[in-house]
């Protein structure tokens, strides 16, 4: 295991965090994902999942996009805490982001994603991760970034309610440009619920398969 040193009075300097990813994942990896700009659509369970997990692996630019509030039903699956409730999720994810790595890039939009300004909020990056919590909303994502020609990678997230097998969450890839997490046919009903375990280890597939993409590895 390799020890890094740095100061304990104060927070670690961008160098020294560098440093540390350059030692633990190879210069090249690091850079490829430093330079990486992934959008995450919705900042809800899967969403805030994975932008934690994202800002831990190094990646250099998230954009964020959240119209709601962190409330307290919330707590049980998202990564937000009990301050956090009234805030916008938005907000709250950046902060919680620049806790882990204040000096990687985070942009956000509290606005509701509708069919008429998904080119204009998502154009420009390189991989969009569907984290929406409604099927009509995940169609509607999912169908307008695929009909932009040269448009974004699309990971979306379906099927990961309860508290079954988590080795039913599986990553697929759909198409080309669409790859789909989860069981896809788990959904939230009578006495099911939306649980930490699964909503993380599918937050976790989508997130990896960012990794993947960004490092050019086929990693299904």
């Not at 962190?70 to 956090?84: F, G, K, S």
Request: net charge negative; proline share 2%; hydrophobic share 40%.
């Amino acid at each position: 295991m390799v020890n890094f040193k740095f100061s304990t009075t104060k927070s670690p300097s961008s160098s020294e965090l560098e440093k540390a990813k350059d030692d633990r994942f190879s210069k090249d990896v690091h850079q490829k994902l430093k330079r990486a700009r992934v959008a995450i659509a919705g900042a809800g369970g899967l969403g805030s999942n994975i932008a934690v997990i994202l800002a831990r692996s190094g990646v250099g630019h998230l954009h964020i996009v959240d119209f709601d509030i962190v409330d307290i039903t919330n707590l049980n699956r998202q990564v937000y805490t009990i301050t956090h409730i009234g805030s916008r999720k938005v907000d709250a994810i950046k902060e919680i982001l620049m806790e882990i790595n204040p000096y990687m890039k985070v942009t956000t939009d509290c606005v509701r994603v509708v069919a008429d300004n998904c080119d204009e909020i998502f154009g420009g990056y390189d991989i969009v991760c569907e984290a929406f919590d409604g099927a009509e909303s995940k169609a509607m994502l999912i169908d307008s970034l695929l009909s932009v020609e040269n448009g974004p990678i699309v990971i979306s997230g379906s099927g990961m309610a309860g508290y079954g097998s988590a080795n039913e969450i599986k990553s697929r890839r759909i198409m080309d440009r669409l790859f789909i997490c989860g069981d896809e046919h788990t959904d939230v009903g009578d006495g099911i619920g939306l649980m930490a375990p699964r909503v993380a280890v599918c937050a976790g597939h989508q997130a990896n398969l960012v990794m993947g993409q960004v490092l050019g590895v086929d990693n299904i």
